[in-house]
């Protein structure tokens, strides 16, 4: 058996030099490989619709604006192939804009090609008894620059009312 040539062989240092610059490499792609193509605009007349309800729920109207920001945000991640559970405050929004049925079922297929299902997490859950991932770093991860840390570290942006309230607010809505 012929060993190849010194020259052509790794060394460990040259193959940990060799991780090291991978995983660099692979970062910076990460880093910039997020297209505007990638990143969901939710439509405006869903924005509005969103303003009323995150208002009717006793958010601001910055607080709201910066919460349909950080949803777009989540959707794009998730476009991209992110798997986690956002903050209580981004979820808020994501269930306003659910409730709207024919508005997230018309969003959801002409952005993911599909109906985007939420999966809460619940003691019946086999995901609830993971940890919860973080949705945070993960679009730091893919790309994403200028996530607004308030809404995404704060469960208490704003003095939610009581889902059951708004719920039955939204059953008086309701098409049958």
């Not at 939710?42 to 601001?60: T, V």
């Not at 019946?124 to 809404?151: C, H, R, W």
């Amino acid at each position: 058996m012929m060993l190849p040539k010194r020259s052509t062989m790794l060394v460990p240092f040259q193959c940990f030099s060799l991780l090291i610059v991978s995983v660099a490499l692979l970062m910076r792609t990460a880093n910039s490989c997020m297209s505007e193509e990638d990143k969901v605009q939710i439509p405006a007349i869903d924005k509005q619709y969103l303003m009323e309800q995150l208002a009717a729920q006793g958010m601001n109207e910055e607080d709201a604006q910066n919460t349909i920001a950080e949803l777009q945000n989540f959707y794009s991640g998730i476009k991209l192939g992110m798997k986690n559970t956002p903050t209580v405050v981004v979820d808020t929004a994501w269930h306003a804009h659910i409730i709207n049925t024919q508005m997230y079922f018309d969003f959801t297929e002409n952005v993911f090609g599909r109906y985007l299902h939420h999966k809460p997490r619940w003691s019946g859950s086999v995901a609830s008894e993971l940890p919860m991932q973080d949705a945070y770093s993960d679009l730091l991860a893919l790309g994403f620059k200028n996530l607004n840390k308030t809404i995404w570290f704060s469960d208490t942006v704003v003095p939610l009312t009581p889902y059951s309230e708004v719920y039955e607010r939204s059953l008086e809505q309701c098409e049958l």
